[in-house]
Antibody, heavy 123, light 110 residues
């Protein structure tokens, strides 16, 4: 069974930094795009970043320039470096599997999710 | 990009059908077939229920169906069961390798 396990969340002061990790198992990690999605308490889901199999990265305007997504295929691991954190970044951060494409056919993105890790930005 | 618009709540009695809408724009829902729906129970991670507008992953009951018309996608849950009570979210590809989610709909089984 596909597993995604996030870690690294915690309490950080405004302006501080935090690095989240996601360890994947039971699938060929290097063949899939990967994403981070966050959810503030009582709020909806928000896509935070994505990374392709070639290491190409994508961000929404709300985090561009502050967050950096990366991957280490040898360790089946996904990371999210978060800098200049603000109170509005407080949320549960989920790691989610993205697409796997072969011969022009792609699987569904966001088909598996981790259990999430809580980030609290507060003084 | 702006979040997709979903009604905050929906409800139905056991056995009934309920439809949840997800309204976007011609830059996301209206332009791509990559619309998905997720079910989230309290304290749990989201679970994929529908992808590419109307496809069901293995293991998802056929009581869950998806459709799309123009800029609005819909999720219909037929034969409502108590375990269907949860939050439901839609998502859409929004171009340029970006994705957008909806604000969520709380489904109550009366």
């Amino acid at each position: 069974e596909v597993q995604l396990v996030e870690s690294g969340g915690g309490l950080v002061q405004p302006g501080g930094s935090l690095r989240l990790s996601c360890t994947a198992s039971e699938f060929t990690f290097s063949s899939y795009d990967m994403h981070w999605v966050r959810q503030a308490t009582g709020k909806g889901l928000e896509w935070v970043s994505g990374i392709g199999t070639a290491g190409d990265t994508y961000y929404p305007g709300s985090v561009k320039g502050r967050f950096t997504i990366s991957r280490e295929n040898a360790k089946n691991s996904l990371y999210l470096q978060m800098n200049s954190l603000r109170a509005g970044d407080t949320a549960v951060y989920y790691c989610a599997r993205g697409e796997y494409c072969t011969n022009g056919v792609c699987s569904s993105p966001f088909d598996y999710w981790g259990q999430g890790t809580l980030v609290i930005v507060s003084s | 990009q702006s979040a997709l618009t979903q009604p905050p709540s929906a409800s139905g009695s056991p056995g009934q059908s309920v439809t949840i809408s997800c309204t976007g724009t011609s830059s996301d829902v209206g332009n791509y077939r990559y619309v998905s729906w997720y079910q989230q129970h309290p304290g749990k991670a989201p679970k994929l229920m529908i992808y590419e507008v109307s496809k069901r992953p293995s293991g998802v009951p056929d009581r869950f169906t998806g459709s799309k018309s123009g800029n609005t996608a819909s999720l219909t849950v037929s034969g409502l069961q108590a375990e269907d009570e949860a939050d439901y979210y839609c998502s859409s590809y929004a171009g340029s390798n970006s994705w957008v989610f909806g604000g969520g709909t709380k489904l109550t089984v009366l």
